[in-house]
DNA sequence: CTGAAAGCGCTTACAG
DNA sequence: CTGAAAGCGCTTACAG
């Protein structure tokens, strides 16, 4: 292993030009002649020249890298984003130093710091629950190319790529609404996290307009995971009227659920119906499959990746934001509800045990 | 927003001290008085000085950026051995440069060649199927700390963390014999691939140490997604004699080939047992439960996080192998197969259709 | 304890 | 077309 790495100063005396011309023929400059040129860059292959960007980034006052915090990269929805932010970034020559907040907030204002630090061109980053709404002062101070995903946030000076929260749980709510349900639950997701405040909007707007008291006692809050399901299932079972059907938080929750359900001896998309909220690609094959609101969590990433290099690109240009449609895939976990047998008494909205 | 950024001359300047006093309190050097300390870092924060670790790393000749090169990030067994490598690395002060190989292995050579141009202080790779045996030769000259992860590589000269894929699929096929499967297929994964390589060879043995023939029109081969099992189901669904018991390439594979048995009309852990690879957490609540092979993904990142650290602090270390222990994870999918009436010829291993 | 100077590897006007 | 020189923001011996 050499000691030393080689640099343009030995591919000059190599080559015997000198150093600015060696940087010209980097950069493909056209007033370099061919051969000049070939001679350099024979010198370069025969020395094992690697090129050194961070140099060149000092001395050009540029970067090449783009800071990107997720909440939870063992989320699908976030790994889907991230792969998708990768790819797009990379055509315009960028690499992207990839960090988790794992939701906490003062993680993720090191984060921030240590990011600027190391001199990315641009952020990108879904807010933890409950970032409070200066969290980014300092980084819009100092002018640093910046883009929220995912998770709305009450700045408004700074461009947004997210899915439309509230629309999807509208549309899956009153998809619930028509198959005759009045008992709708709403499971799962941490109470600050704006996501599920609107998701919570579009559930009490359709219910509204399908005429449906309000019932708080139908919706539970807790981390999102696979197990979590379990015990939000538990609480609203237990009530007098349980539900007849449910919304999940996401399609982690859901899938959770629906494996809580027949734990309780409850079959999903028969006895109870449920739908879920991201668009994993898991959902088509799950038993039964899983109705529910698809994200588009790739094109989500995509946009945030081109806002962050418009901003980049044009740092006063005024701020935008994007919102993703959602779209409901109706699948049988929300199947309608059997036809009853009459006077067998399911008015009541009992789910059946078998 | 400024132009220019505050440098240590502002700072300098505005404190009334030289540079070297400046760079000194930002190390926290011992010999720097508290009076001096304090004078400089209040002038630090009321010029907002951000600290320039790109300029920093180039002058001490470090750098603080590991790179990370996964084939799929949508592959939660990736998203979790990358968060993983992530939390480790942190640390010790690295941040993860990630990127996707796709499995294609000529972009898998511009990313190695381009993360060495970013100046990263060590690589991990998760090598692309079919990367050639050389294809390290480069990197290992220029004397670039590196660890292979998850995919083993013939190149011996190289760190390398992953897991037994060999001994899982011992364990599980042997699972399967022992619950009196004596025809059982092998799903999915794409040929060239080491790390199906080593699961095959664990099925073989447990095949012969069980006294069953190996009949290779029970091995199927296909890039392995949701979607892909369905088709390698069929084929063998077909045979004269069909299977009574599958194992798959990994969980995706066997989600997906839970769903067509569905789709077939058989029910999966009763009319057919079927087990997973690599223990992604959605496999305790699919329905039926899915046994798995539990990879421990977790571990395997840090180990291999912990060889390139190792590596970097001491370059000439003689290379090391860490292969993580597989853990065999039975659930209802592969439950013994029912007790069936006598007579009722099930012996011919045929699956009921229902 | 603190400052002047050199240098990390590159780029970029500016001469010639 | 090519070279000498300055400089990006920092660190590090070396004097004092």
Redesign the interface.
């Known amino acids: 292993?050499?000691k030393r790495?080689i640099t343009i100063n030995d591919i000059a005396e190599h080559s015997g030009v000198s150093r600015s011309t060696v940087s010209l023929v980097l950069q493909g400059h056209p007033r370099i002649p061919q051969a000049t040129g070939d001679k350099v860059r024979r010198s370069m292959a025969e020395l094992?020249y690697?090129?050194?960007?961070?140099?060149a980034?000092?001395r050009r006052q540029t970067?090449?890298?783009i800071g990107l915090i997720v909440n939870?990269?063992?989320n699908?929805f976030f790994?889907?984003l991230?792969?998708a932010i990768?790819?797009r970034v990379?055509n315009e020559g960028y690499?992207?130093?990839?960090?988790?907040s794992g939701e906490d907030l003062d993680r993720q204002e090191r984060l921030l710091?240590?990011?600027?630090?190391?001199?990315v061109a641009g952020l990108v980053v879904c807010p933890a629950t409950a970032t409070p709404g200066d969290a980014f002062d300092r980084q819009l101070?100092?002018?640093i190319p910046l883009c929220l995903a995912v998770r709305p946030h009450p700045d408004q000076r700074i461009d947004y790529a997210g899915s439309d929260n509230y629309g999807g749980a509208l549309m899956a709510t009153r998809h619930l609404v028509e198959a005759g349900h009045r008992r709708i639950a709403f499971l799962g997701g941490q109470q600050e996290n704006p996501v599920r405040v609107d998701r919570l909007a579009g559930y009490f707007s359709a219910l509204q307009g399908g005429g449906i008291p309000f019932d708080p006692a139908l919706v539970t809050d807790s981390r999102p995971t696979?197990?979590s399901g379990a015990d939000d299932l538990k609480t609203v079972l237990a009530l007098a009227q349980p539900p007849t059907a449910l919304l999940c938080y996401n399609d982690y929750v859901a899938?959770?659920v629906?494996?809580a359900l027949?734990c309780n001896g409850l079959v999903p998309g028969e006895d109870i119906a449920v739908v879920g909220f991201d668009g994993m690609?898991?959902t088509?094959?799950?038993?039964p499959?899983l109705s529910t609101v698809e994200l588009h969590g790739q094109a989500v990433g995509e946009r945030a990746a081109e806002l962050l290099l418009a901003r980049i690109a044009d740092?006063s240009r005024s701020p935008a934001r994007h919102v993703e449609q959602a779209t409901l895939i109706a699948r049988s976990s929300s199947a309608p509800q059997r036809t009853t047998a009459p006077g067998d008494g399911d008015r009541t909205g009992l789910p059946k045990r078998r």
Do not use: C, K, W
């Open positions: 292993m050499d790495r094992g690697t090129y050194n960007r961070a140099a980034n000092l970067s090449q890298a939870d990269l063992r699908p790994a889907e991230t792969s990768q790819a990379e690499f992207v130093y990839l960090v988790e710091q240590s990011l600027v630090e190391h001199g101070a100092a002018g696979l197990h899938i959770g629906m494996h027949r690609p898991e088509a094959v799950t038993f499959p740092p």
